[in-house]
């Protein structure tokens, strides 16, 4: 069985936001490792912030809230997030995501997508 060197724990939440800048949001922290099938990022917002409304048309995405606190919107309704809930957003699916008072922390997780190549041009 072949080894796999980038197996095992990745990063841990606590140190992750601990040495951060606390002004710091975005994507604090990104699945990098070759070979990979997935794609994984934890993401901070800001009090208040959004992600506004979007669709993403190919991916899956599957949506898990570490901390702080907010809501997701899609064309089902406005729904709360805290610490815990998990969140499947289907391909084609509208999403909206917004950061409550404290802020939203929340992992994001989806399949891969492929690295864009470069290709002979067609003949003609």
Same mark, same amino acid.
């Given at each position: 069985?072949p080894?796999?060197?980038?197996? *095992?724990?990745?990063?841990?939440l606590?140190?992750l936001?601990?040495l951060?800048?606390a002004?710091?949001?975005?994507?604090?922290w =990104?699945?990098q490792?070759?070979?990979? !099938?997935?794609?994984?990022d934890?993401v =901070?917002?800001?009090?208040?912030?959004?992600v506004?409304a979007?669709?993403?048309?190919d991916?899956? &995405?599957?949506? !898990? &809230?570490?901390? %702080?606190s907010g809501?997701?919107?899609?064309?089902? *309704?406005? !729904?709360?997030?805290?610490? *815990?809930?998990?969140?499947?957003?289907?391909?084609?699916?509208?999403?909206? &995501?917004?950061?409550g008072?404290? *802020?939203? &922390?929340?992992?994001?997780?989806?399949? =891969?997508?492929? %690295?864009?190549?470069?290709?002979?041009a067609?003949? %003609?």
């Amino acid at each position: 069985m072949p080894s796999h060197p980038g197996a *095992g724990v990745l990063t841990h939440l606590d140190s992750l936001l601990h040495l951060a800048r606390a002004d710091r949001t975005g994507a604090l922290w =990104r699945l990098q490792e070759e070979g990979r !099938q997935l794609d994984a990022d934890i993401v =901070r917002l800001p009090a208040n912030a959004e992600v506004a409304a979007h669709v993403e048309p190919d991916l899956d &995405v599957l949506v !898990q &809230v570490l901390g %702080g606190s907010g809501h997701l919107e899609t064309d089902n *309704g406005r !729904q709360a997030l805290s610490p *815990g809930c998990t969140a499947w957003l289907p391909h084609g699916a509208r999403r909206r &995501v917004s950061a409550g008072e404290d *802020g939203l &922390v929340y992992l994001t997780v989806h399949r =891969r997508r492929p %690295g864009l190549g470069v290709h002979s041009a067609p003949a %003609g």
